[in-house]
């Protein structure tokens, strides 16, 4: 008899049954529904908005806020339903991420009672598409340098300046949109149809291809007043946004190394090398166990980081050592299951391959690698050395 990776470290018995039951349902949907088209929406480099209205009938989007048609689960559920959906494809996470934990995670905790009903019910049911504007082409690791600019015009706002590398941007209704002002950074909650904004997609990713990133553009974008998050004040409101989504992305990377490592075995159980199964030969298995160690350990690191959560008791700095240590183990994980696979591993028909450059991108956002070494350098010693 064999045994999952993750049966060797009993993680079921750390879930509660709601949350085995909203992991199992997670991954039905990906395996029934998706998966079977992640590889030709890989290779054609799009994701169909069209899948928004089923993710958000199952309660996805926004699934750990409370009120205004969100599921209200706990971050422990939210954190394996990102894994699950991570298992198919880092996009799919991503378009779910972006919706809940960036979209409309900013209008529910700093938007005004008007904004969030008009917003947060329709973004939770897949309706309309959010997007959240922080990175330009200039200021990814240092967002304090950001150049897009917000000036009052009478009793309107002006917005002008540029965006880079949105998730979701050419499909999304509204953008969550950070800028400077003369009283410091301020968030906007930005209908795409305002005159002003474009959004252009980019082409030619190497790497989350299942997934559109786009540049915004603001130009003379006019708002009314009521546009700006009334609630978030300075550069801390954008990045405890991040705080939401870095910590899906937890969870999130450990499903793309699960579903590498479950290719792996299959395929090792089944190739013959050498007249007998890859499987049965000591360097695969020495891959295979190492490899399972390190999944079982990030996975007990997320589920200690997510009751944390649940209990309002974790800091960033926390989350920062679950992003860094589990996106690096996970790409680690997808480029040595890949090589069980030999050459058929560099095709789309297994998933390793498209999973370890999917990471590369879970490696660079929500806060490069540097970056969370950086910050647990600084919890350590007090020294901060960004700058
Ligand atoms: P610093 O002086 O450290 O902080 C400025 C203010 O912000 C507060 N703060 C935080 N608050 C909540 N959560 C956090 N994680 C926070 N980090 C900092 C801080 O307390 C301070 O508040 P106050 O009241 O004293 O003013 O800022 P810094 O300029 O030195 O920067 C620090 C650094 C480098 C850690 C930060 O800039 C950073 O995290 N950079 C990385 C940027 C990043 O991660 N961008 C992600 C963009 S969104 C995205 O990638 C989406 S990908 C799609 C998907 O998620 O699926
Ligand atoms: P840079 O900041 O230029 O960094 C380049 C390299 O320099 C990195 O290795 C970095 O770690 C290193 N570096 C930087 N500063 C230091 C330092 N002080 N010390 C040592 N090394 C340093 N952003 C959004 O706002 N919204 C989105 O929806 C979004 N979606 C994204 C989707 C994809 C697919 C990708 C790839 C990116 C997305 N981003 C998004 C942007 C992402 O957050 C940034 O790419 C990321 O923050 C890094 O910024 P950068 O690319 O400008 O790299």
Redesign the pocket.
Same mark, same amino acid.
């Given at each position: 008899m064999t045994m999952k990776p993750l049966d060797l470290f009993g993680i079921d018995a750390l879930l509660s049954d709601e949350e085995r039951d909203i992991q199992a349902t997670v991954r039905r949907l990906v395996d029934e529904r998706l998966r079977p088209q992640l590889p030709e929406w890989f290779e054609s480099g799009t994701l169909p908005k069209e899948i928004a209205r089923e993710l958000g009938g199952l309660g996805l989007f926004g699934m750990h806020l409370q009120g205004y048609g969100c599921a209200g689960t706990n971050a422990v559920s939210y954190g394996l339903a990102c894994l699950e959906l991570e298992a198919g494809d880092s996009g799919l996470?991503?378009f779910v991420?972006?919706q809940g934990?960036?979209s409309m995670f900013s209008i529910h905790r700093y938007g005004s009672e008007e904004q969030k009903q008009e917003w947060l019910p329709r973004l939770a049911s897949g309706e309309a598409l959010g997007c959240?504007g +922080?990175?330009e082409p200039d200021f990814?690791? &240092?967002? #304090?340098g950001m150049r897009t600019r917000a000036r009052r015009d009478g009793a309107d706002w002006i917005l002008d300046g540029t965006k880079m590398?949105i998730?979701n941007g050419s499909l999304a209704d509204v953008a969550t949109v950070w800028a400077q002002t003369d009283d410091g950074v301020r968030g906007f909650v930005v209908p795409t149809n305002t005159p002003g904004f474009t959004a252009n997609t980019v082409h030619g990713k190497l790497s989350m291809r299942a997934s559109v990133t786009s540049e915004l553009v603001l130009d003379g974008v006019r708002l009314p007043v009521s546009a700006m998050l009334p609630e978030a004040r300075? +550069?801390?409101a954008?990045?405890?946004c991040? &705080?939401e #989504?870095?910590f899906?992305?937890v969870f999130g990377a450990l499903g793309a190394a699960r579903d590498s490592l479950e290719t792996a075995i299959a395929y090792a159980g089944t190739r013959e090398v050498f007249d007998r199964p890859l499987a049965g030969y000591q360097l695969t298995q020495e891959k295979l166990a190492d490899m399972t160690l390190e999944l079982g350990k990030g996975m007990l690191l997320a589920i200690q980081l997510g009751r944390m959560k649940d209990r309002g008791e974790i800091s960033?700095d926390q989350?920062s050592v679950g992003k860094l240590n589990n996106v690096r183990e996970a790409i680690a994980i997808a480029r040595e299951c890949r090589t069980i696979l030999g050459a058929n591993g560099i095709t789309l028909e297994y998933s390793p391959l498209r999973h370890a450059n999917n990471l590369e991108s879970?490696l660079t956002?929500?806060?490069?690698s540097e970056?969370h070494l950086?910050?647990i350098g600084r919890a350590l010693t007090g020294h901060?050395a960004?700058?």
């Open positions: 996470r991503s991420s972006v934990s960036l959240f +922080l990175t990814g690791s &240092n967002p #304090a590398w998730t300075g +550069l801390g954008p990045l405890s991040l &705080n #989504a870095r899906g992305i960033p989350i879970v956002y929500e806060g490069t970056m950086l910050s901060a960004f700058r």
